[in-house]
């Protein structure tokens, strides 16, 4: 046993030894923020890219930085104490280089933390990385849009003369694209953990086209301000986030696959996702899907997560012309609190747009599940559907909703309510309109006094309403309206505290069948 001790520990060292440990302060950076530490980072990734990899190693103290870009087989490691203070000159992050900006391809300001092609990069450590946000936000929302195009612009539109612009102007033609924080492209084996992010000029942490990425333990507190998500995987495949913490001026977590044309052409999906044990608090969104989602979104678990503050809780956005699919999506275990607007969203009229007929440019939502949720707040949930393309087979299971209004589902199919509590202050617990295919089972509401209808039907087909348990007197049970509602089945339900178990108007008589 001694000596495989012995050669345990023989074989440690010598690995130990293949990854040399470089610190930047021997290559000249200056931890009191006295001077710009871009190049002797850079001499240090240099120097153990040469040896085939190791670790540039950050001791405590305030580093002030433009672009690092890191290289394969290399660890940034960030100690306790440390601080990179990263510039908002401008100037500093050019030349500019291959990136994604919201979805769409274009040569842009380097990215704070940069890497291309590479493999095996770490960023590690429990500092801080500081993105000095505030020059960026304040030019990008006031300069940009009032003043004579600058410098930076004119040398975006020289390089960028055959970019696919999106659909809808915006950003991307005026030239001024704040970068993102960390931005590795076309990358294998990524892992950032343990570390601190803040005031990120645009989004925090973006991969791009990588394989296999790992975000665990990160805390990311951006203050209000544009655009600043906090994690954004695009088109990424077999991505991991654990244990983070999220407070950010736009969404927490959103899920990618780029811009309509420009996304289309890339083709490239997200997928094989998990995110579990995360908390949001400040936020537009806990976590997003879209609305940038034209190369795919599928084979996604979100599970055990808090969003407290929020604007809103899970939510799937797109418009068309996005064309893509998102699909097979599970949601479960997840605690809503102070939930602004609404707590499950589902919009595929992210932009308003006139119908039109079904093309690559149609967006599929399809395949997704929502169970054991509990969420306080303003909406249950929104399903907003295309006519030419309604959102499919949809269930939601195990879901206690204590909101000012139930859900509003409009333009779907295939929708199932399965042992679900909405207790709403108002309006009924669920409205549908449109919607062909829809179970409710076992669904229980003890609304408030003012609220005078349980279900509002407009245009439902094939429905079929079970089980459910009315715990406070009121008036209505079902209201259905429409000429195009038929086939609606209600069964064994108690209705006991029900004054008027159903009001039909505009609809044929024999469209809805109430059984004891």
């Known amino acids: 046993m001694r000596s495989l001790y012995l050669l345990f520990c023989a074989l440690f060292s010598f690995v130990a030894q293949a990854q040399s440990v470089l610190n930047v302060v021997d290559f000249g950076a200056k931890n009191d923020s006295s001077a710009l530490a871009t190049t002797a980072i850079k001499e240090a990734i240099s120097k153990a890219s040469q040896a085939g990899g190791g670790t540039v190693y950050f001791p405590p103290g305030t580093y002030l930085t433009g672009p690092i870009h890191l290289k394969s087989n290399i660890t940034l490691f960030i100690e306790a104490g440390a601080e990179l203070c990263f510039s908002d000159n401008f100037d500093h992050y050019l030349p500019m280089v291959p990136s994604r900006w919201e979805g769409t391809m274009v040569t842009n300001f380097s990215p704070f933390i940069y890497a291309y092609e590479a493999e095996n990069i770490r960023i590690t450590g429990r500092g801080t990385l500081n993105g000095n946000g505030k020059k960026w936000w304040a030019y990008s929302e006031v300069h940009v849009k009032n003043s004579p195009e600058s410098t930076w612009q004119k040398e975006f539109h020289k390089l960028n003369k055959e970019v696919l612009h999106p ?48 975000v665990d333990g990160v805390t990311i507190n951006n203050p209000p301000s544009p655009n600043t998500d906090g994690i954004n995987p695009e088109s990424c495949s077999n991505v991991h986030i654990a244990n983070c913490h999220i407070s950010v001026g736009d969404d927490c977590i959103t899920i990618k696959s780029g811009k309509d044309r420009s996304g289309r052409k890339e083709a490239r999906p997200a997928e094989n996702y998990t995110i579990t044990n995360c908390t949001m608090l400040s936020g537009h969104g806990g976590v997003v899907i879209g ?122 199919k295939g929708i199932t309510f399965t042992n679900v509590s909405v207790n709403p202050v108002a309006g009924p617990a669920i409205f549908a309109s449109h919607v062909n295919g829809l179970q409710i089972n076992g669904l229980q509401t003890a609304a408030a006094r003012n609220v005078q209808t349980v279900l509002k039907f407009n245009h439902v087909k094939q429905a079929f309403i079970s089980n459910c348990f ?30 008027r178990p159903l009001a039909i108007n505009d609809t044929p008589e024999d469209a809805v069948i109430l059984e004891e």
């Not at 893509?324 to 707590?343: H, L, R």
């Not at 969420?375 to 309604?390: D, F, I, K, S, T």
């Open 291 to 412: 609305s940038e989602m034209s190369g795919d979104v599928k084979k996604i678990v979100i599970s055990n997560c808090i969003f407290d503050g929020t604007d809103r809780g899970i939510r799937i956005k797109t418009a068309r012309g996005r064309g893509g699919v998102v699909e097979d999506i599970q949601v479960s275990n997840i605690v809503m609190k102070n939930i602004k607007q609404q707590a499950i969203v589902l919009d595929m009229q992210y932009a308003k747009t006139e119908i039109e007929p079904v093309t690559e440019r149609t967006p599929i939502f399809r395949n997704i599940h929502l169970s054991n949720i509990t969420a306080q707040g303003e909406q249950a949930g929104y399903l907003n559907g295309l006519e030419e393309m309604p959102i499919e087979n949809v269930s939601f299971s195990n879901v206690v909703m204590e909101t000012k209004t139930g859900f509003d589902i409009r333009a779907s």
């Open 167 to 214: 659909d809808l102007p915006g950003w991307v033609e005026r030239g001024f694209l704040r970068p993102p924080f960390i931005q590795p492209m076309y990358c294998k084996n990524v892992r950032i953990d343990g570390i601190t992010i803040k005031n990120s000029p645009f989004w925090t942490v973006n991969p791009e086209f990588c394989d296999n990425v790992t």
């Open 470 to 499: 009315i715990r406070e007197p009121i008036n209505t049970f079902l209201e259905a309206s429409g000429s195009e509602t038929e086939s609606i089945l209600l069964k064994s339900n108690d209705l006991r505290l029900v004054q």
